[in-house]
T-cell receptor, first 109, second 113 residues
Framework: GQNIDQPTEMTATEGAIVQINCTYQ??????LFWYQQHAGEAPTFLSY??LDGLEEKGRFSSFLSRSKGYSYLLLKELQMKDSASYLC??????????WGAGTKLIIKP | DAGITQSPRYKITETGRQVTLMCHQT?????MFWYRQDLGHGLRLIYY???????DKGEVPDGYVVSRSKTENFPLTLESATRSQTSVYFC????????????FGPGTRLTVT
């Protein structure tokens, strides 16, 4: 079967750095997405990786290793507004997104 | 306003009733999707559509029906609602599949009693 694993919850301090890991086993691979979802709201796109390596976008970076079936989202200079769930999703061989259950990130002052 | 909208935002219905959730997008995106989101689960794809009059099943299609007569609309119908269909339903759209982000509507919280 297809599986996306990410930690259920993480806690970090305002101003710090946090890394959210995602491991996957899917039928084929056509890219990995990270989305942010604030409580009670819709998911919004953060990043897309299809090749190995690091993609940087402001305070957020996303890394992919296809051989290890592994990705991480790195958030720097954490702000209170970064408190949200972070969803990892892999596009499989049928071009359907397979989603992880999400990581709830709690930011403490 | 441009974007993707869903209606109703909240719905309470009884077991066995038919209910339709509406989704409308103004970008003329080719692809539209219906997901459900349940606590402890990732988003799960119910149905998707590549264009008007082209729809296909996702991971959890049983008990649901979709149609797409116009590019901008993609309604989801629960033919005979069951308690297990209590969930938050998200509609999304995108220009394509690979490498294209999906834009999500605000969601419909459905409770089946």
């Amino acid at each position: 079967g297809q599986n996306i694993d990410q930690p259920t919850e993480m806690t970090a301090t305002e101003g710090a750095i946090v890394q959210i890991n995602c491991t996957y086993q899917t039928s084929g691979f056509n890219g990995l997405f990270w989305y942010q979802q604030h409580a009670g709201e819709a998911p919004t796109f953060l990043s897309y990786n299809v090749l190995d390596g690091l993609e940087e976008k402001g305070r957020f970076s996303s890394f992919l290793s296809r051989s290890k079936g592994y990705s991480y989202l790195l958030l720097k200079e954490l702000q209170m507004k970064d408190s949200a769930s972070y969803l990892c999703a892999v596009m499989d061989s049928n071009y359907q997104l397979i989603w992880g259950a999400g990581t709830k990130l709690i930011i403490k002052p | 306003d441009a974007g993707i909208t869903q209606s109703p935002r909240y719905k309470i219905t009884e077991t066995g009733r038919q209910v339709t959730l509406m989704c409308h997008q103004t970008w003329s995106h080719s692809y539209m999707f219906w997901y459900r989101q349940d606590l402890g689960h990732g988003l799960r794809l119910i149905y998707y559509s590549a264009a008007a009059d082209i729809t296909d099943k996702g991971e959890v299609p049983d008990g649901y029906v979709v149609s797409r007569s116009k590019t901008e609309n993609f309604p989801l119908t629960l033919e005979s609602a069951t308690r297990s269909q209590t969930s938050v339903y998200f509609c999304a759209s995108s220009e394509g599949l690979a490498a294209y982000e999906q834009y999500f509507g605000p969601g419909t919280r459905l409770t089946v009693t």
